[in-house]
């Protein structure tokens, strides 16, 4: 009888035990479902991010991609290298040209400062034309006067006059020359400018190459994750080409929809919880970045029929960059999970969403 007693009770025991279990289970499950009170609402979500592809700026060949899948890189690291034989011809070609119009310039100054010395030799030789024709000029006078009282002869008054007249003809030449030295000078000095203006052609087109070369290293744009490779070493790209896709895990979140009736009681920048399928045990503290200024059918992912007729709001739950930086390695996207709210601001979050994470 007394062991028989014993086994009951070890029965009644066992039993015990396995209610409390199911009362536990459906508790959370309660939890789950229905949430911790009317202040709080949820929706269901995939842990997304920011993606960047990683292009190529011109046509080409990749020569290395130095980057794996998963690899985390960081902002400015160099993630793929283009070929850059043709580039590097050009920039050669750029640099002659941009050394051609330096030179020009030096000659256009040396042009310039030769055809002023020309002026001045023009305008010195106006100043004796001038001198000779005022003395040949004086000279006819004289012999005017002689002549007409018969103390020279006729034929010296002509020869004076001739000389007065080749005179007056050397100094109009002499102007001429001037005239000539001058407008050379001009055409120099627009030598000069235009030699200037192909020099800074030719700077802008090396430094234009310059640029493509540099953009011939594929950076990182930002601290993130490699998720896959488009293209491999080898092949040639169209401008514009994609290399490879990068996940900022900085900007890491979960997208899910809520009610007009709730969507309207939640503030930007409002406290919000995130529990993952995969880590149910934990809790990640997330903040209200996004709500959707314009309403749309609930997206085929929810489960009822009735819920996806619906008009419902996106909602965005961002999780902290200073806390992803500390588990970076277990970002992953696309893990389901749900995200919890509060609609109340009054309300207070039950210890089963405290956030137990990050530390």
């Known amino acids: 009888m007394s062991k028989n007693h014993s086994r009951s009770r070890l029965y009644f025991i066992i039993g015990l035990i396995a209610v409390l279990a199911l ?33 190529a700026k011109l046509a080409g060949r ?38 051609e119009a330096v030179h020009a310039i030096a000659a256009a100054k040396a042009q310039i400062a030769l055809r002023q010395s020309d002026v001045a030799a023009a305008q010195a030789l106006v100043v004796q034309r001038v001198a000779e024709t005022d003395a040949a000029s004086q000279r006819l006078q004289r ?41 050379a000078v001009e055409s120099a000095q627009a030598q000069h400018v235009g030699a200037e203006f192909r020099a800074r052609a030719a700077a802008a087109t090396v430094a234009r190459v ?59 920048g409002g406290e919000a919880r995130i529990i993952l399928d995969a880590a149910p045990g934990y809790v990640i503290p997330a903040e209200i970045s996004f709500v959707a200024s314009t309403a749309q059918f609930t997206p085929k992912t929810v489960e009822t029929a009735s819920e996806r007729q619906k008009l419902m709001f996106r909602v965005r739950a961002r999780i902290p960059p200073e806390l992803l930086e500390k588990y970076l390695e277990y970002v992953k996207t696309g893990l389901p999970g749900v995200t919890w709210v509060k609609v109340d601001a009054a309300a207070q979050w039950p210890d089963d969403l405290v956030p137990n994470i990050g530390g």
Do not use: C
Request: charged fraction near 20%; proline fraction near 3%; avoid cysteine.
């Open 23 to 55: 009362a536990a289970y459906f508790g959370w499950k309660s939890l789950r479902e229905d949430g911790p009170g009317p202040g709080f609402a949820s929706g269901n979500g995939r842990i997304e991010a920011t993606e960047v592809d990683v292009a």
């Open 62 to 99: 990749i020569d290395e991609i130095l980057v794996k899948e998963g690899d985390f890189v960081r902002q400015g690291q160099a993630l793929a290298r283009m070929q850059v034989s043709t580039l590097e011809a050009q920039l050669a070609e750029a640099q002659a040209s941009h050394q």
């Open 143 to 183: 012999s005017r006067s002689l002549a007409g009282q018969g103390a020279t002869s006729r034929q010296q008054l002509d020869d004076d006059r001739t000389l007065s007249l080749g005179a007056e003809a050397a100094l109009t030449a002499a102007r001429a020359q001037v005239v000539a030295a001058e407008a």
């Open 210 to 268: 310059e640029a493509d070369l540099a953009d011939s290293v594929l950076r990182a744009p930002r601290n993130g994750r490699v998720q896959f490779l488009v293209a491999q070493a080898g092949e040639v790209l169209a401008p514009g080409g994609k290399v490879l896709n990068l996940v900022d895990l900085s900007d890491v979140y979960m997208t899910f929809f809520l009610p007009e009736t709730l969507v309207g009681r939640l503030a930007l």
